[in-house]
C-alpha cells in the first residue's frame, strides 16, 4: 500500500528545518562519518546521511518539540536517550540510533500510542499515507498489551464542519504538530491543546467547531497531522492518490507551487509543494481547496456563436468558430479600419498565451491595440517604477521579508488578498519587526498575534501621495538620508529639484495632517522607524495603485526608498503585490499597447525591427488603445470588434454601466473563458477556455518568478487556449504553428533581452527563475538593482499632492473604497464555484457604527448606496475596521454591481481606474436597485440562451 | 437610475491632458513642463487620440490649462489630421 502513494514531497521529510546558516560540524551517527551546519539537529543529521530514526511529533516544516519519544538516541558518554529532534549536533559526537534498548524504548512509546488508537487501519482514511501506521511498522510493535476497557477517546465527536476537511480527535495522538502549523507556520493562532496529561485534546475553542473558529483553512494543520484526525474530505472520499505533478497555483499573485496530487485524471487534492521558491510548503484556503471549479458543471465545453446578444446561442465546431470569428473581424477591418478591433490579454492565462494574444493583435491585426487587467490594477506600478527606478517590476524576493526590521504596508492587505506571504510577514514580525500600517482601514495585520511593535496610520481615502510626501519631508528635514547612497547611486540634479521640492513646508506633516487626517507626530514617528531602524521594507497594494494619483505615489514611494538607501539588497525594497497570479507576467509579455515584450516601447526601432524580422510584419510605431480608450471609442462607434481571453471586464472595471454600453456597441465580441461570465453575455463568440490544470505553460509571480504550470489533466474542450490563438491567427491568414508551449517561450527568450536566459529546460533544472535572467545573470535576478539601476542613476520624480476630483458632498457624504477578502477571489468566477462560498456568499457593505446609527441603519439591513455613476443595494454590516466616513465593499459577486457606483475617473498616467475613492450616499431601501434588476432579467435572458444551446446539442448542463 | 457622466471623446481627452498637465507641472521650468505632458502623450496615447486631441484646439469651447494647450500645440505638427495616417 505505501508503495502505491508516491507525492514526491513525502519522501523527504528530514525531520527539522533547516538552520540558519553555520559552521560545519562532524560526527559520527551509527559509526558513519557525517558533515552538517552547527545548530543541525541529530534527527536531520541522520536524515541527511540517509539513517532514519522514528519520528512523530517532528516534521521539518515545524520547529523541534521533542514530545513523542520516539526519536529517542543514545550518544556517547551522555546519559539517557536524548530526543534526536531538539539535540544539536556536536563536534566529535557519536550516535547510536538503532540498538536493542532504543528498540525497545520505542515500541513502549508505540504501544501506548495506539493503546488509545482506534485499530481500523483498513477503513481508515489515511490508509497509505498514515505516519503513525509507518512508525508502528518502523518500530515492530506486534502486540497492545493495554486494551480498550480502560478509559479512553475512541468515541470522542467528530466535527465534519469545514467544507473542505474533517477533526476526527478519536485518531489524534497529540503531538501539536497541526497546533504549531498554526501557530508557526501560519500565524493565525487558532489551535491549542486544551487540558492536561489524559485529557489533553486539540480545540479550536470552547465549544466551537472548525468553521465558526477563527480558522482559516489554509490547510498547514491538515497537511502536518501525521494520522487522519485531519484530513481531506476529497481523500475520505476518493481515497489515496497514485501519481503528482507540481505545477503553479491560478490564484493570487503569490504563485504558490503545489503538487496536484491525482488519480489517474482525476484531482484529489493540492498539497503545497515544499520546493516551491515562493510559498515553501504553504497555501491558503483558495489554493489549496477551491480547484473544484475546475471541473463545475458550468464549464462551457462547446465553442458557440450568434448574430446579435439577444439571440440564443449556437453550438458549432472549433471550425465553425473560429472561422466565424476571423470573418467578422476582416470583415470590420475592411470597413471601419485596421485600429477598428482590437484584444485583452488575460491575467490568468499562461505567459505563452498572454504573449500570442499580444501577438496576435500586432502581428495579425495591425495595430497595437491590446490591453491587459493590469490596466485596472497595477498600471501606475510599472510607470512609477520605470520612471524612477528604470524596471516595471519589484525590487525583492518574498524571502527577503525576513530580513526586514521595520516593514511598511500601504494600501494592502496581505493576510486577505496574498495570504501565504502574508503569513511569511507576520513571522518576521512575530521575531520583533517594526510594522507601519498606512490604511483607511485597520487590517488584520494589525492583529497579528503576538506582533511586537506596530503603528497605523488611518489616512483619508485618496490622500496618499500627501502622506508620502510627509514622510519624505520628515526623512530630508531631520537628516535621515543616505546621502552616500544617493551620491553614489541616484541622478544629482533630479535629486536636488526634488529636495528642494520636498522640503517645503507645505509637505510637513503637521501642514498635511489637515488633508490626510493622520496625526503629524505619528507621521514622524513612522518616517523615523522606517528611515533609521534598520533594513526598510515597503509593501505596496492596489490601495496605491487605483487612485488619480496612483502613478505619483508609485514614485513618491520610490523616492523614499532611494532617499533611505533602502535598494539594492535583502531585507528592502519596492515590493508591489500583485493581484492576479500572472498580472506581472502579462504585463512582461507586452500587453500593454504601448510595449512590447520586455516592455520595449513600440517607438524603439531597434526593438521594433527585432520583432518585425521574427514576426514577418510591419509594426505600428505608435502606441494603441487602453481598455477604458476602447469602450470611449466603442460607445462612440469607431471601434468595433474586441478578443477578450480570461477577462470578465463587464464585472471588474468600473462604471458597469458604461462598460455596457460599450460591450453592446461592439459589432462582433469575442469571449474566450471557461465559465459564461458577465463579458461574455454580450459575445457574438464563444470559445471555451482551459483551466491552469489543462494546459503547459508558465506563470510569473510578483517576485517576477517565472513557475511551471503543467498539466494534469487533458482540456475539457479539446484545446489549451494558446491552440485557440494560434487557429484564429492562421484563420485571419496569419501563420502561427508552435506544437508546444515551450516553442513559444524559446521566441519569447529569443527577443527580450531579460527573458533571454529563460527556457522549459532550464525551468525545469531550477525549479523557477527570476528574471532579468541572460547572460549577466544565468541563474536569474533575486534582488534588483543592488549595482545600479536600469536606467543607470536613480531619479527622483516630482510628486505634487493633487486632490482627486471624486469629493465628498453634501449629497454624497462617504466615500466608498472597495477590496478583497480571503475566500474569494477577484470577480469570484472560480472561487463562485467551489465550497469557499461558505465563508462570503454575498457582498456587503461594511460602515461605522455612527455612520450606520445617524441613518438609522441596523446590522443586516438593505442599504441603497448610491454615487455620481449609479447605485446598488447591498445588505449592511457593521463594522469598527471603518473609520467613520468610510464604507467599504467587496465585487465578489456579479450581481452586487459594487462597480456600478465606482467612477471612471482615473490615474493621471495610465488610466488606472479610481476604485478607491467614490463619494456616495447610503440609505435603508426596501428592494434592488433599477440596475440589479436589469441584470437579474438580463441574466436570465443570457443563462436561457446557453442552455437551450446545449440542450439542443445533447449536452445539457445544469443550470 | 442610468449614469450621468459625459462621455463625449473630445471632453474626455481634454480632462485626461489637463490632469497630465496638473500631475507633471511640479518642474520649475515651464518648457520642461510643457515637453514633459507632450512626451507623455507620445508614449502613451494612441494616434487616434492624439489626432483627436489636436483637432480640439480648432474648437473655440476646448477647455485646455495652458500648459497642456502649449503641449498640444507641440504635438499638432505631427499629429494634424493628415499629417501621421492612421492606417485604414
Given at each position: 500500500?505505501?508503495?502505491?502513494?508516491?507525492p514526491?514531497?513525502?519522501?523527504?521529510?528530514?525531520?527539522?528545518?533547516?538552520?540558519p546558516?553555520?559552521p560545519?560540524v562532524s560526527?559520527?551517527i551509527?559509526?558513519?562519518?557525517?558533515?552538517?551546519?552547527?545548530?543541525?539537529?541529530?534527527?536531520?543529521?541522520?536524515?541527511?546521511?540517509g539513517?532514519?530514526?522514528?519520528?512523530l511529533?517532528?516534521?521539518?516544516?515545524?520547529d523541534?518539540?521533542?514530545?513523542?519519544r520516539?526519536?529517542?538516541?543514545q550518544?556517547?558518554?551522555?546519559r539517557g536517550?536524548?530526543a534526536?529532534?531538539?539535540t544539536?549536533v556536536e563536534?566529535?559526537?557519536?550516535?547510536?540510533?538503532?540498538n536493542e534498548r532504543l528498540?525497545k524504548?520505542?515500541?513502549n512509546?508505540?504501544e501506548?500510542?495506539?493503546?488509545?488508537?482506534p485499530?481500523d487501519?483498513?477503513t481508515?482514511p489515511?490508509?497509505?499515507?498514515c505516519e503513525?501506521?509507518?512508525?508502528?511498522?518502523?518500530?515492530?510493535?506486534?502486540?497492545?498489551?493495554?486494551g480498550f476497557?480502560?478509559?479512553?477517546?475512541?468515541?470522542?465527536e467528530?466535527d465534519?464542519s469545514?467544507?473542505?476537511?474533517?477533526?476526527d480527535?478519536?485518531k489524534c495522538?497529540?503531538?501539536s504538530?497541526?497546533?504549531?502549523?498554526?501557530e508557526?507556520v501560519?500565524?493565525?493562532f487558532a489551535?491549542?491543546?486544551?487540558?492536561?496529561?489524559?485529557d489533553?485534546?486539540?480545540?479550536v475553542?470552547?465549544?466551537?467547531?472548525?468553521?465558526a473558529s477563527?480558522?482559516?483553512?489554509?490547510?498547514?494543520?491538515v497537511?502536518?497531522?501525521?494520522?487522519s484526525?485531519?484530513?481531506?474530505k476529497?481523500?475520505?472520499?476518493?481515497?489515496q492518490?497514485?501519481?503528482?505533478?507540481?505545477?503553479?497555483?491560478?490564484y493570487?499573485?503569490v504563485?504558490c507551487s503545489?503538487?496536484?496530487q491525482?488519480k489517474g485524471d482525476?484531482?484529489?487534492r493540492?498539497v503545497?509543494y515544499?520546493?516551491g521558491?515562493?510559498?515553501?510548503?504553504?497555501?491558503c484556503?483558495?489554493g489549496r481547496?477551491?480547484f473544484g471549479?475546475?471541473t463545475?458543471p458550468?464549464?462551457?465545453?462547446s465553442?458557440?456563436?450568434r448574430e446579435?446578444i439577444?439571440?440564443p446561442?449556437?453550438?458549432?465546431?472549433?471550425?465553425?468558430?473560429?472561422e466565424?470569428?476571423?470573418q467578422r473581424l476582416?470583415?470590420?477591418?475592411?470597413?471601419?479600419?485596421?485600429?477598428?478591433?482590437?484584444?485583452?490579454?488575460?491575467?490568468?492565462?499562461t505567459?505563452?498565451?498572454t504573449?500570442?494574444?499580444?501577438?496576435?493583435?500586432?502581428?495579425?491585426f495591425g495595430?497595437?491595440?491590446?490591453d491587459?487587467c493590469?490596466?485596472?490594477?497595477?498600471?501606475?506600478?510599472?510607470y512609477?517604477?520605470k520612471?524612477?527606478?528604470g524596471?516595471?517590476?519589484?525590487t525583492?524576493t518574498f524571502?527577503?521579508?525576513?530580513?526586514?526590521?521595520t516593514?511598511?504596508?500601504?494600501?494592502a492587505?496581505?493576510?486577505d488578498a496574498?495570504?501565504?506571504?502574508?503569513s511569511?510577514m507576520?513571522?518576521?514580525?512575530?521575531?520583533?519587526?517594526?510594522?507601519?500600517?498606512a490604511?483607511?482601514?485597520?487590517?488584520d495585520?494589525?492583529k497579528?498575534?503576538h506582533l511586537?511593535?506596530?503603528q497605523?496610520?488611518?489616512?483619508r481615502?485618496?490622500t496618499n501621495?500627501?502622506?508620502?510626501?510627509?514622510?519624505?519631508?520628515?526623512?530630508v528635514t531631520?537628516?535621515l538620508?543616505d546621502?552616500?547612497?544617493?551620491?553614489?547611486?541616484?541622478?544629482?540634479?533630479?535629486?536636488q529639484?526634488?529636495?528642494?521640492f520636498?522640503?517645503d513646508s507645505?509637505?510637513s506633516?503637521?501642514?498635511?495632517?489637515?488633508?490626510?487626517?493622520?496625526?503629524?507626530?505619528a507621521?514622524?514617528?513612522?518616517?523615523?522607524?522606517?528611515?533609521t531602524?534598520g533594513?526598510?521594507?515597503?509593501y505596496?497594494?492596489?490601495?496605491?495603485?487605483?487612485h488619480?494619483?496612483?502613478?505619483?505615489?508609485?514614485?513618491?514611494i520610490a523616492n523614499?526608498?532611494?532617499?533611505?538607501?533602502?535598494?539594492?539588497?535583502e531585507?528592502v525594497g519596492?515590493?508591489?503585490?500583485?493581484?492576479?497570479?500572472?498580472?506581472?507576467?502579462?504585463?512582461?509579455m507586452?500587453?500593454?499597447?504601448?510595449e512590447?515584450?520586455?516592455?520595449?516601447?513600440?517607438s524603439?526601432a531597434?526593438?521594433?525591427?527585432?520583432?518585425?524580422?521574427?514576426w514577418?510584419?510591419d509594426?505600428?510605431?505608435?502606441p494603441?488603445?487602453?481598455?477604458?480608450n476602447?469602450?470611449d471609442?466603442?460607445?462612440e462607434?469607431?471601434?468595433?470588434?474586441?478578443?477578450?481571453q480570461?477577462?470578465?471586464?463587464?464585472?471588474?472595471?468600473?462604471n458597469?454601466q458604461?462598460?455596457?454600453?460599450?460591450?453592446?456597441?461592439?459589432e462582433?465580441?469575442?469571449v474566450?473563458?471557461?465559465?459564461l461570465?458577465?463579458?461574455?453575455?454580450y459575445?457574438h463568440?464563444l470559445?471555451?477556455g482551459s483551466?491552469?490544470?489543462?494546459?503547459d505553460?508558465?506563470?510569473?509571480n510578483?517576485?517576477?518568478?517565472?513557475n511551471?504550470?503543467r498539466?494534469?489533466m487533458?482540456?475539457?474542450?479539446?484545446?489549451a487556449?494558446w491552440?485557440v490563438?494560434?487557429e484564429l491567427?492562421?484563420?485571419?491568414?496569419?501563420?502561427?504553428?508552435y506544437?508546444h508551449p515551450?516553442?513559444i517561450m524559446?521566441?519569447?527568450a529569443?527577443?527580450?533581452?531579460s527573458?533571454?536566459?529563460?527556457s522549459?529546460?532550464?525551468?525545469?533544472?531550477?525549479?523557477?527563475l527570476q528574471?532579468?535572467?541572460?547572460?549577466e545573470?544565468?541563474n536569474g535576478t533575486?534582488?534588483m538593482?543592488e549595482?545600479?539601476f536600469?536606467?543607470?542613476?536613480?531619479?527622483f520624480?516630482i510628486?505634487e499632492?493633487?486632490?482627486t476630483?471624486?469629493?465628498?458632498s453634501r449629497?454624497?457624504?462617504?466615500?466608498l473604497?472597495?477590496?478583497?477578502?480571503?475566500?474569494?477571489?477577484?470577480v469570484?468566477?472560480q472561487?463562485?464555484?467551489?465550497?469557499?462560498?461558505?465563508?462570503?456568499?454575498e457582498?456587503?457593505?461594511?460602515l461605522h457604527p455612527?455612520d450606520?446609527e445617524?441613518r438609522?441603519?441596523r446590522d443586516?439591513d438593505w442599504l441603497?448606496?448610491t454615487?455620481?455613476a449609479?447605485q446598488?443595494?447591498?445588505?449592511?454590516?457593521i463594522?469598527e475596521?471603518?473609520?467613520?466616513?468610510?464604507?467599504y465593499t467587496?465585487?465578489?459577486?456579479?450581481?452586487?454591481g459594487?462597480?456600478?457606483?465606482?467612477?471612471d475617473?482615473?490615474?493621471w498616467?495610465t488610466?488606472?481606474?479610481?476604485?478607491k475613492v467614490?463619494?456616495v450616499?447610503v440609505?435603508?431601501?426596501?428592494?434592488?436597485?433599477?440596475w440589479?434588476q436589469?441584470?437579474?432579467?438580463?441574466?436570465?435572458q443570457?443563462?436561457?440562451?446557453?442552455?437551450?444551446?446545449?440542450?439542443v446539442?445533447?449536452k445539457a448542463i445544469?443550470? | 437610475m442610468?449614469?450621468?457622466l459625459?462621455?463625449?471623446?473630445d471632453?474626455t481627452l481634454?480632462?485626461?491632458?489637463?490632469?497630465i498637465?496638473?500631475?507633471?507641472s511640479?518642474?520649475?521650468d515651464?518648457?520642461?513642463?510643457?515637453?514633459?505632458?507632450?512626451?507623455h502623450l507620445?508614449?502613451f496615447?494612441?494616434r487616434?487620440?492624439?489626432?483627436r486631441l489636436v483637432?480640439?484646439?480648432?474648437?473655440?469651447?476646448a477647455?485646455?490649462?495652458?500648459?497642456?494647450?502649449?503641449?498640444?500645440?507641440?504635438?499638432?505638427?505631427?499629429?494634424?489630421?493628415g499629417?501621421?495616417?492612421?492606417?485604414q
Amino acid at each position: 500500500m505505501i508503495e502505491h502513494f508516491d507525492p514526491r514531497q513525502h519522501a523527504q521529510d528530514l525531520g527539522t528545518p533547516e538552520p540558519p546558516q553555520g559552521p560545519p560540524v562532524s560526527l559520527e551517527i551509527d559509526g558513519i562519518n557525517v558533515t552538517v551546519p552547527a545548530g543541525t539537529s541529530l534527527l536531520r543529521a541522520a536524515s541527511l546521511a540517509g539513517i532514519q530514526i522514528p519520528k512523530l511529533c517532528a516534521t521539518d516544516s515545524l520547529d523541534a518539540y521533542g514530545s513523542c519519544r520516539l526519536c529517542a538516541v543514545q550518544v556517547t558518554g551522555k546519559r539517557g536517550y536524548p530526543a534526536a529532534c531538539t539535540t544539536p549536533v556536536e563536534a566529535g559526537m557519536q550516535v547510536t540510533t538503532q540498538n536493542e534498548r532504543l528498540a525497545k524504548l520505542r515500541r513502549n512509546v508505540m504501544e501506548l500510542y495506539i493503546s488509545d488508537h482506534p485499530l481500523d487501519c483498513l477503513t481508515c482514511p489515511a490508509n497509505g499515507d498514515c505516519e503513525l501506521q509507518d512508525m508502528a511498522g518502523a518500530v515492530g510493535l506486534r502486540e497492545v498489551r493495554y486494551g480498550f476497557e480502560g478509559e479512553n477517546h475512541l468515541q470522542a465527536e467528530q466535527d465534519h464542519s469545514n467544507p473542505y476537511f474533517s477533526f476526527d480527535p478519536s485518531k489524534c495522538i497529540v503531538c501539536s504538530r497541526c497546533v504549531r502549523a498554526c501557530e508557526e507556520v501560519q500565524g493565525t493562532f487558532a489551535l491549542t491543546i486544551d487540558g492536561r496529561g489524559f485529557d489533553s485534546k486539540v480545540s479550536v475553542g470552547p465549544e466551537q467547531s472548525f468553521l465558526a473558529s477563527d480558522c482559516v483553512s489554509c490547510g498547514a494543520c491538515v497537511q502536518a497531522c501525521p494520522t487522519s484526525t485531519l484530513m481531506e474530505k476529497s481523500v475520505i472520499e476518493a481515497g489515496q492518490p497514485e501519481h503528482s505533478v507540481i505545477t503553479t497555483c491560478a490564484y493570487c499573485g503569490v504563485g504558490c507551487s503545489f503538487e496536484a496530487q491525482m488519480k489517474g485524471d482525476q484531482l484529489v487534492r493540492m498539497v503545497p509543494y515544499k520546493g516551491g521558491d515562493a510559498n515553501h510548503g504553504h497555501s491558503c484556503v483558495k489554493g489549496r481547496f477551491a480547484f473544484g471549479y475546475a471541473t463545475h458543471p458550468d464549464r462551457l465545453t462547446s465553442p458557440m456563436v450568434r448574430e446579435s446578444i439577444d439571440q440564443p446561442w449556437r453550438q458549432v465546431s472549433w471550425q465553425e468558430a473560429i472561422e466565424f470569428a476571423a470573418q467578422r473581424l476582416k470583415a470590420i477591418q475592411a470597413k471601419h479600419g485596421r485600429e477598428s478591433i482590437g484584444g485583452i490579454t488575460s491575467s490568468r492565462c499562461t505567459n505563452e498565451e498572454t504573449y500570442l494574444v499580444q501577438k496576435l493583435v500586432r502581428a495579425a491585426f495591425g495595430n497595437n491595440n491590446t490591453d491587459t487587467c493590469a490596466r485596472v490594477c497595477h498600471s501606475p506600478t510599472g510607470y512609477g517604477l520605470k520612471t524612477t527606478l528604470g524596471e516595471s517590476a519589484g525590487t525583492q524576493t518574498f524571502d527577503s521579508v525576513m530580513q526586514a526590521d521595520t516593514i511598511l504596508v500601504i494600501g494592502a492587505n496581505p493576510t486577505d488578498a496574498h495570504p501565504v506571504f502574508g503569513s511569511m510577514m507576520r513571522r518576521r514580525l512575530r521575531e520583533g519587526a517594526t510594522l507601519i500600517v498606512a490604511d483607511p482601514r485597520r487590517i488584520d495585520l494589525l492583529k497579528t498575534p503576538h506582533l511586537q511593535a506596530a503603528q497605523h496610520l488611518p489616512l483619508r481615502p485618496g490622500t496618499n501621495v500627501a502622506l508620502i510626501n510627509a514622510l519624505a519631508h520628515v526623512v530630508v528635514t531631520e537628516g535621515l538620508e543616505d546621502h552616500e547612497f544617493i551620491a553614489k547611486r541616484c541622478d544629482t540634479a533630479a535629486y536636488q529639484a526634488w529636495r528642494d521640492f520636498i522640503s517645503d513646508s507645505r509637505h510637513s506633516p503637521e501642514a498635511s495632517e489637515a488633508i490626510t487626517g493622520v496625526d503629524a507626530e505619528a507621521v514622524r514617528r513612522a518616517a523615523r522607524s522606517y528611515a533609521t531602524v534598520g533594513n526598510g521594507a515597503i509593501y505596496y497594494g492596489l490601495g496605491v495603485t487605483e487612485h488619480s494619483q496612483g502613478s505619483s505615489m508609485v514614485m513618491g514611494i520610490a523616492n523614499l526608498a532611494m532617499a533611505t538607501g533602502n535598494i539594492g539588497r535583502e531585507g528592502v525594497g519596492v515590493n508591489p503585490l500583485r493581484g492576479q497570479n500572472n498580472v506581472q507576467g502579462s504585463c512582461d509579455m507586452g500587453s500593454f499597447p504601448h510595449e512590447l515584450p520586455g516592455y520595449q516601447h513600440v517607438s524603439n526601432a531597434e526593438a521594433r525591427g527585432r520583432f518585425e524580422a521574427a514576426w514577418g510584419v510591419d509594426l505600428d510605431d505608435e502606441p494603441g488603445l487602453r481598455i477604458p480608450n476602447m469602450f470611449d471609442a466603442a460607445i462612440e462607434g469607431t471601434f468595433k470588434a474586441l478578443y477578450v481571453q480570461g477577462e470578465d471586464i463587464a464585472q471588474s472595471d468600473p462604471n458597469t454601466q458604461h462598460v455596457e454600453a460599450a460591450l453592446s456597441s461592439l459589432e462582433c465580441l469575442i469571449v474566450q473563458d471557461i465559465f459564461l461570465n458577465e463579458t461574455a453575455k454580450y459575445a457574438h463568440v464563444l470559445l471555451p477556455g482551459s483551466s491552469f490544470l489543462e494546459k503547459d505553460g508558465t506563470f510569473t509571480n510578483a517576485e517576477r518568478r517565472i513557475n511551471r504550470v503543467r498539466q494534469v489533466m487533458p482540456p475539457l474542450a479539446d484545446k489549451a487556449d494558446w491552440e485557440v490563438t494560434q487557429e484564429l491567427a492562421q484563420a485571419l491568414g496569419y501563420p502561427m504553428n508552435y506544437r508546444h508551449p515551450s516553442e513559444i517561450m524559446d521566441e519569447i527568450a529569443s527577443l527580450t533581452p531579460s527573458f533571454a536566459g529563460v527556457s522549459y529546460a532550464r525551468l525545469e533544472a531550477l525549479g523557477s527563475l527570476q528574471w532579468p535572467c541572460n547572460v549577466e545573470h544565468p541563474n536569474g535576478t533575486p534582488t534588483m538593482h543592488e549595482v545600479d539601476f536600469p536606467i543607470g542613476l536613480g531619479r527622483f520624480a516630482i510628486t505634487e499632492y493633487i486632490a482627486t476630483e471624486e469629493r465628498t458632498s453634501r449629497r454624497f457624504p462617504l466615500l466608498l473604497t472597495t477590496g478583497r477578502i480571503l475566500s474569494q477571489y477577484n470577480v469570484g468566477a472560480q472561487t463562485r464555484r467551489t465550497d469557499n462560498q461558505h465563508w462570503h456568499d454575498e457582498d456587503v457593505l461594511e460602515l461605522h457604527p455612527s455612520d450606520a446609527e445617524v441613518r438609522g441603519v441596523r446590522d443586516g439591513d438593505w442599504l441603497g448606496i448610491t454615487s455620481r455613476a449609479g447605485q446598488t443595494v447591498l445588505r449592511a454590516r457593521i463594522s469598527e475596521r471603518m473609520q467613520p466616513g468610510v464604507v467599504y465593499t467587496t465585487f465578489h459577486h456579479p450581481g452586487s454591481g459594487a462597480n456600478v457606483i465606482t467612477t471612471d475617473n482615473s490615474d493621471w498616467a495610465t488610466n488606472c481606474p479610481e476604485y478607491k475613492v467614490t463619494a456616495v450616499q447610503v440609505e435603508k431601501v426596501s428592494q434592488p436597485s433599477a440596475w440589479q434588476q436589469r441584470f437579474s432579467d438580463f441574466d436570465r435572458q443570457q443563462r436561457h440562451h446557453l442552455a437551450s444551446a446545449q440542450q439542443v446539442s445533447g449536452k445539457a448542463i445544469s443550470p | 437610475m442610468s449614469h450621468n457622466l459625459s462621455h463625449n471623446q473630445d471632453d474626455t481627452l481634454i480632462r485626461m491632458v489637463n490632469q497630465i498637465a496638473t500631475n507633471l507641472s511640479g518642474a520649475s521650468d515651464e518648457a520642461q513642463v510643457v515637453q514633459g505632458i507632450c512626451k507623455h502623450l507620445e508614449s502613451f496615447w494612441a494616434r487616434s487620440m492624439k489626432q483627436r486631441l489636436v483637432a480640439c484646439l480648432d474648437r473655440d469651447d476646448a477647455e485646455l490649462s495652458p500648459l497642456a494647450q502649449r503641449a498640444v500645440v507641440e504635438l499638432a505638427g505631427r499629429y494634424r489630421n493628415g499629417a501621421q495616417d492612421s492606417a485604414q
